[in-house]
């Protein structure tokens, strides 16, 4: 498939005698592939049963004859008033029992039988119209699923799925009882029918339903997606499928929702409302959202929505400094895209989405946007077409939980506690030792890392533990972090020392922590002091030996970092949230302990990644600030294309290649 760059069409938004001008512009940009009509439902069928298609094959035609091609979305995501009219119980209900109403997007129960019945009849025409069509290659389904679905939906159609999923889950109502603890505050049930979603109570929630309750609705999504896609695979055998995901969000499990999929996508926002950031962090979250991405499938991916200039619906966020957007979209490339494709076209005259600005500004008229992405496809598609399919090399990798991140949203223990800043304060220090990444579930191989970090696992099972242990007596070096090992798989406490199940690997009990609150903690290692905050945990070595300890507080000198060899590997625990400082010194032993290479020492704000092409390893440095800046590269690395300029650019991108076709860390 040559497709290196494409951009998100609405054509619908613009009169008809606008769409071959555009159609021309994209062609001369180097446009190969537009992705449209996930949000026209009512354009496509203004009422029951008539499908007016005519238009949409137009556009499709009038783009093919430019070169370009299309996917279609199913526009399941916004169903039109007159579905709303008639049947009003699919608009979804939040955990107070109110109804979210018709006026915005994602206003659907995605669990309600009229609504399904609704989407299969329009799906089923949908794809037997365009499915025949050469032009269209492929289908995304709805439109970031999860999206304005975090409290949604509470209604008595997702109560009884529930129900359903529950019994399937449980078999009887006392296994039920005896797994969610609901001896506590007399919370027993008699029958399946008295159970209801964890709406707004009087107080409290019982952790164990909440948690089972998150795992069900990622299961409604997924299979809601599901459904469509056996529609589409019936109708249109041959097309792919794929879906517009986001990156860190977690109202789905992501790796079940790319089960499915044939490739996944992203949509990529370097720079949303957000507007400053340190040096020190310029580019990680969006190369760590790229990272959990590529782990989702262990393939390379499409970027469906990779940001083109200033994003915002009633704020916005600052405008793309010369070479920023290039730089965005690069970073995508370096990190496992095959395909960036830009939102959107042209910023839109109408609709909450006016200052969500495209490549073109309101008035149609190609500006600075516009050059720079040109110049920008022009240059780089061969690049992009070398690096197809290709992956970077990684020998370290974080194990990132949906069930760990739900549980720790349900009783986050701290205020500030939050799954994603822990296990980034990690993946930030390796990034700015330019340490190639993965994100994994847990279910993943261990055994191809060298340096596998596993933080805040928080629910462990007999099994995890076991995988755990084989990884480090298989010479793996593993670390965990504070809140591990606390739990079963059904959020009820351990009864044993923490970290429980993990307690004998690690080599070490914790009888006592301390929750930082309104306080922070110090930690020496060595000659250094290291201020830390959020949580402290006490830790008692049992064959464990301490790398730091706490420098204050009543437990001054007692171990806050340890290690204890096992077999052929090691294992760290830290028991406590580790500040920027704490986490380089860390990540400097860790390195050394497991032997996981860097790719290139770079100044503050230079990032250094390499992926695999077919005639080679590409290098990237990516300059994610405003000044120039000096990187020393290896004689080996010999650039691409005309030439790679030092000192690199503010905002720059250097790209190297070498003949080895195995990217090489040291």
């Known amino acids: 498939m040559n497709i290196q760059f494409g951009v998100d069409y609405y054509p619908e938004h613009w009169p008809r005698e606008r769409w071959e001008t555009d159609a021309a512009m994209m062609e001369e940009m180097g446009i190969r592939v537009v992705r449209m009509a996930e949000f026209s439902w009512f354009k496509l069928e203004p009422e029951k049963g008539r499908f007016t298609f005519e238009w949409l094959d137009e556009a499709i035609r009038i783009l093919a004859a430019h070169g370009i091609e299309t996917i279609l979305g199913t526009p399941s995501a916004a169903p039109p008033a007159w579905i709303i009219r008639q049947d009003p119980d699919i608009q979804p209900v939040d955990r107070e029992g109110r109804r979210r109403h018709f006026g915005g997007r994602h206003h659907d129960c995605q669990s309600n039988p009229a609504y399904r019945e609704h989407i299969r009849r329009y799906v089923t025409a949908f794809a037997a119209h365009f499915g025949p069509n050469p032009h269209v290659i492929g289908w995304q389904i709805d439109n970031e699923l999860g999206n304005s679905h975090a409290e949604l939906c509470f209604c008595e159609s997702c109560a009884e799925r529930f129900r359903e999923w529950l019994r399937a889950k449980y078999s009887d109502i006392e296994t039920l009882n005896r797994r969610w603890g609901t001896d506590f505050w007399s919370q027993g049930y008699t029958c399946f029918e008295e159970i209801q979603p964890p709406r707004l109570t009087a107080t409290g929630v019982n952790p164990s339903q909440m948690l089972d309750w998150k795992r069900f609705h990622s299961d409604l999504i997924v299979e809601f997606h599901r459904f469509q896609s056996r529609i589409l695979h019936a109708a249109a055998p041959g097309k792919f499928i794929t879906h517009n995901m986001m990156g860190l969000a977690d109202t789905v499990n992501y790796y079940d929702l790319a089960e499915d999929l044939e490739f996944v996508s992203q949509d990529q926002y370097p720079v949303m409302q957000k507007t400053t950031e340190l040096p020190r962090y310029l580019g990680s979250r969006g190369a760590a959202a790229l990272d959990l991405i590529r782990g989702l499938k262990q393939q390379s991916f499409w970027i469906m929505e990779q940001q083109s200039s200033i994003s915002g619906w009633g704020e916005m966020s600052r405008m793309p400094r010369p070479g920023e957007v290039k730089l965005w979209a690069l970073q995508s490339v370096a990190r496992g895209a095959d395909t960036v494709v830009f939102f959107r076209w042209r910023s839109c005259l109408f609709g909450t989405e006016q200052y969500w600005h495209g490549i073109l500004p309101h008035s149609g008229r190609p500006g600075r946007t516009w050059a720079e992405i040109r110049d920008l496809m022009q240059q780089y598609a061969p690049l992009v077409e070398s690096l197809r399919g290709g992956m970077p090399v990684s020998e370290a990798a974080i194990v990132y939980s949906y069930d760990q991140k739900y549980a720790m949203q349900i009783q986050p223990h701290h205020p500030d506690l939050k799954y994603d800043e822990i296990w980034l304060a990690y993946y930030m220090a390796l990034y700015r030792k330019n340490v190639p990444t993965d994100i994994i579930p847990d279910r993943a191989d261990f055994s191809r890392y060298k340096l596998l970090i596993a933080p805040l696992q ?209």
């Open 458 to 666: 928080y629910l462990m099972t007999p099994e995890l533990a076991r995988k755990y242990e084989e990884y480090v007596q298989g010479g793996g070096t593993l670390v965990f972090t504070m809140r591990t090992g606390v739990k079963d798989r059904d959020n009820i406490c351990t009864e044993e020392p923490l970290p429980g199940l993990l307690a004998e690997l690690c080599g070490l009990h914790v009888y006592e922590y301390d929750c930082l609150r309104g306080m922070s903690a110090e930690v020496r290692w060595g000659e250094d002091i290291y201020t830390t905050e959020l949580w402290a945990d006490l830790i008692t070595p049992e064959g464990a030996e301490t790398v730091a300890a706490y420098a204050s507080e009543y437990y001054a000198g007692v171990p806050a970092i340890t290690c204890r060899r096992c077999g052929k590997g090691r294992v760290y625990y830290v028991g406590t949230a580790v500040s920027a400082d704490l986490a380089d010194r860390l990540c400097t032993e860790l390195l050394e302990a497991s032997g996981a290479g860097s790719i290139l020492d770079t100044p503050e704000g230079v990032e250094a990644v390499c992926r695999q092409g077919r005639d080679g390893t590409y290098y990237f440095l990516l300059n994610h600030t405003e000044r120039p800046q000096n990187v020393e590269v290896p004689a080996s690395w010999k650039p691409w294309g005309e030439h790679a300029p030092m000192p690199i650019p503010p905002f720059g991108v250097n790209v190297y290649r070498t003949d080895d076709l195995f990217a090489k860390i040291t």
